[in-house]
């Protein structure tokens, strides 16, 4: 079974907003920085944004300005807005998950598919 469970994904029309969620499956979030990856068929796999513990950010240039990742400790759960939604963007998203002193994402979810009409 996947470590954590993807939801929100689907069939969107370009221009629009889908939100993502990953919830922890056995596993906290707690003390690991959350990553969230796409893979487009016949591509691989490529990491879109992270967030750190302290709630520090990064993105890949592609989503930037138009994607936001957070998290809710509480709920042991991720997640990731997505803005303005373009063609391109389609993929299966995947969350993730690893330690701060490590580098390898130990923890993964099965993935949710997003698809962006044109």
């Known amino acids: 079974q996947a470590q954590f469970v993807e939801s929100g994904g689907g069939l969107v029309q370009a221009g629009g907003s889908l939100r993502l969620s990953c919830a922890g499956a056995g596993i906290t979030f707690t003390n690991r920085i959350i990553g969230w990856f796409r893979q487009a068929p016949g591509k691989h796999r490529e990491l879109v944004a992270t967030i750190t513990i302290g709630g520090s950010t990064n993105y890949a240039d592609s989503v930037k300005g138009r994607f936001t990742i957070s998290r809710d400790n509480a709920k042991n759960t991720g997640y990731l807005e997505m803005d303005s939604l373009k063609p391109e963007d389609t993929a299966v998203y995947f969350c993730?998950?690893?330690?701060?002193?490590?580098?390898?994402?130990?923890?993964w979810g099965q993935g949710t598919q997003v698809t962006v009409s044109a």
């Open positions: 993730a998950a690893r330690a701060s002193w490590g580098v390898t994402y130990e923890y």
